[in-house]
């Protein structure tokens, strides 16, 4: 079985080296399967092109990926289709998401079956950390996507899933938004058309580095997610 791990990441010059090398250091100790770490550079304007490529030449199963345009999955999607795998990964550069769930994520999708692996923040084992605006907003978004599109996936935004191939041929193609919002319209489409999909607790801090800004912008995210939830709905109605 072949793993292949997309970090997504734009202006991450802060946290990129000693992430990337945590994760390097973690699948190198517990994974035993073939693997790879592509750090897919959406065109930052700091070092972070620079230190990827460091990464590159220094560690041979990580592979620095420069995308001229800006957009999380535009980012994954470079990075997914740019080698053929058996399990498809993609984590927030943060490492929000404690690395320790890593091997059940790719247990359900590698050797269970599940078609989407996804860690989730509301699931009951789920151990989280953070403000209570996320919490809020999350909570929100979740009953959105119930009310509108009848979603049963509970976290759809959280930035830590694994996909097997037929995920990568069929939905990746189907999917319009390059942005915050593709993963999250990677789980609605697979939920409407009967793919497989596991949820699995996860331990999750929200990060506040020195440094570092957040790359999420709430109101606007918050407003774009609505729109794109919008959209769904209209080409979903009367289906």
Partial sequence: ???????????????????????????????????????????????????????????????????????????????????????????????????SSLPALLAAVGKENYDIASGARFHKNSKVQRSLLRKFISKIYRFVLRLSLGLKTKDTPCGFKAVNHKVVKNILPQIKNNEWFFDTEMIILAEKQNYKINEIPIIWTEHKKTGRKSRVNFIKVSLGYLKEIWRLKKSHAGN
């Fill in 1 to 99: 079985m072949k793993i292949l791990i997309a970090v997504p990441a734009y202006n991450e010059e802060s946290i990129l080296a000693e992430n990337a090398t945590k994760i390097y250091n973690f699948l190198k100790k517990n994974i035993v399967e073939e693997w790879q770490i592509i750090i897919a550079d959406n065109n930052s304007t700091d070092r972070t092109g620079e230190i990827g490529k460091n990464l590159e030449k220094n560690l041979s199963e990580i592979k620095y990926l420069n995308i001229p345009e800006k957009g999380k999955g535009r980012a994954i999607r470079a990075a997914w289709e740019n080698a053929a795998a058996d399990v498809y990964v993609f984590m927030d550069a943060d490492l929000a998401t404690d690395l």
